[in-house]
C-alpha cells in the first residue's frame, strides 16, 4: 500500500511552481510601462526551427519601441497540440488561463486579474484525473485538496500565501489530513498562523491504528512522542 506525501512542500511546487515549468513553451514576457496611455496593438508569432507555429498573442507597441505582452496567446508544442492559453494586460496574467497535455488532455486552470491569482486552480493528470485544487477565500487563504490517481483524497488543508523577498510563499496553517492511495488516514496535525506544527499530531498505520502520537508547541518544536506498536488485524 502506498503511503501519502506528507510534506507540504509538494503542494507549494504543485501549486505555485507548477505554471513556470510549463511556461517554457512560451515566449518570455516584458515587465509592463510605466505610462500605458499611449500604444499600438500589434500581432506577434514565432515558429520551432521546422516550422510548426510556437506562439502566437498580441503586443502592445509603445513610442520608444518597448513591447508588451497584452491582450490574448495561444502556445502549441512542436507536435502541434495546443500547449497553454490566456490573455495579458500589459505583461501581466488576466482572465482566465488553461493548459494542455501534449495528448490533448487538459492540465490545467487559473483564473487572473492583474496579475493576481484569483480564482480556482485546478490541475490535472496525463490520465485526465483531477489531482489537484486550490480555491481562495479571504485574508489570502487557499484552501487546498488533492486526490489520488483513483479518485481518493490524498490530502487537505489551508494555506496561507505571504510575500517573502518579493515571491509569493505558501505557509500551512489550520487542520491538515492525510491518506493514503486506498483512502485510509496516514496522519492528522495542525500549524498554526506561522506555519508550525502544534498540538498533537497522529500518525496511522495501514490497519488505521495509531503508531505515533507528537505534541509541539507553539513554537513548532517537539515536546512529547510516544510510539506504539501495532499488530496488522
Request: charged residues 25%; negative net charge; contains cysteine.
Amino acid at each position: 500500500m502506498r503511503n501519502a506525501m506528507t510534506g507540504w512542500v509538494t503542494l507549494l511546487i504543485a501549486f505555485s511552481l507548477f505554471l513556470l515549468v510549463y511556461s517554457s513553451c512560451r515566449s518570455n514576457g516584458v515587465e509592463p510601462a510605466a505610462d500605458a496611455r499611449e500604444y499600438r496593438l500589434e500581432q506577434r508569432t514565432h515558429s520551432f526551427p521546422r516550422g510548426s507555429k510556437k506562439y502566437e498573442g498580441t503586443v502592445a507597441v509603445f513610442p520608444d519601441g518597448r513591447e508588451v505582452e497584452h491582450g490574448p496567446w495561444t502556445t502549441w508544442y512542436q507536435s502541434g497540440g495546443k500547449c497553454q492559453q490566456g490573455e495579458m494586460w500589459f505583461g501581466k496574467d488576466h482572465g482566465m488561463r488553461r493548459g494542455w497535455w501534449s495528448s490533448g488532455v487538459p492540465l490545467f486552470e487559473s483564473l487572473y486579474e492583474k496579475g493576481s491569482q484569483v480564482g480556482r486552480f485546478r490541475e490535472w493528470d496525463e490520465g485526465g484525473n483531477l489531482i489537484h485544487e486550490s480555491i481562495p477565500t479571504i485574508d489570502a487563504v487557499w484552501l487546498v485538496t488533492s486526490w489520488w490517481p483513483n479518485g481518493l483524497k490524498r490530502e487537505c488543508g489551508a494555506y496561507r500565501k505571504v510575500s517573502v523577498e518579493g515571491s509569493d510563499e505558501l505557509t500551512p496553517i489550520g487542520r491538515h489530513q492525510w491518506w493514503d492511495s486506498e483512502g485510509q488516514v496516514t496522519k492528522v496535525g495542525e500549524y498554526n498562523n506561522a506555519g508550525n506544527k502544534i498540538g498533537i499530531w497522529w500518525e496511522y498505520a495501514e490497519n488505521g491504528a495509531v503508531v505515533s502520537q507528537k505534541e509541539y508547541n507553539n513554537k513548532g518544536e517537539l515536546i512529547r512522542e510516544e510510539k506504539r506498536s501495532h499488530e496488522e488485524e
